[in-house]
């Protein structure tokens, strides 16, 4: 991750712990572009946040968790997301992916070593806590 992307996102989600980790197996980590945050008037405490991530290739995730509804928007490539519990799914352009605010992120990367991914998050989460949150 870029520096620069990693304080305003530090800033913007107050997750300056787990943006520092890198994933467990090496692999790069993504870029991510904090797009929006948003309090919503008529969800009293509640906020939503929008991000972009890209996904370098062979790019991936470490282990985390959002405390938060999370849905992912494949823009470009194809990814591979998966949570505790549940099957991995492979998804390309135009499909989505949903985790809990319980769920454990165990699988987050891109499907391919040569081509970058890049998607949209949309998290729905309680006003002032953090978007992310380390698993260890």
């Known amino acids: 991750m870029r520096i620069s992307s990693l304080l305003v996102l530090a ?13 467990a197996n090496g692999a790069p980590p993504p870029t991510v572009k904090p797009v929006m945050k948003q309090a919503l008037p ?11 991530v890209e996904y370098p290739p062979g790019g991936a995730d470490p282990v985390h968790r959002h ?20 099957k991995e799914v492979t998804l390309t352009p135009g499909q989505v992916f949903h ?3 319980t769920d454990i992120h ?17 998290l729905l989460k309680e006003t002032g806590k953090p978007a992310l949150l380390p698993v260890e």
Do not use: C, W
């Open 11 to 23: 800033s913007l989600m107050g997750a300056t712990a787990v943006l520092a980790q890198s994933p």
């Open 42 to 52: 008529d969800y009293p405490g509640k906020e939503i946040v929008v991000l972009e």
């Open 67 to 86: 405390d938060a509804h999370g849905v992912v928007y494949v823009l470009e490539g194809t990814v591979v997301m998966g949570v505790k519990g549940g």
């Open 99 to 101: 985790e809990g605010p």
């Open 106 to 122: 165990t699988v987050g990367r891109n499907a391919s070593q040569d081509k970058p991914a890049k998607f949209v998050v949309f």
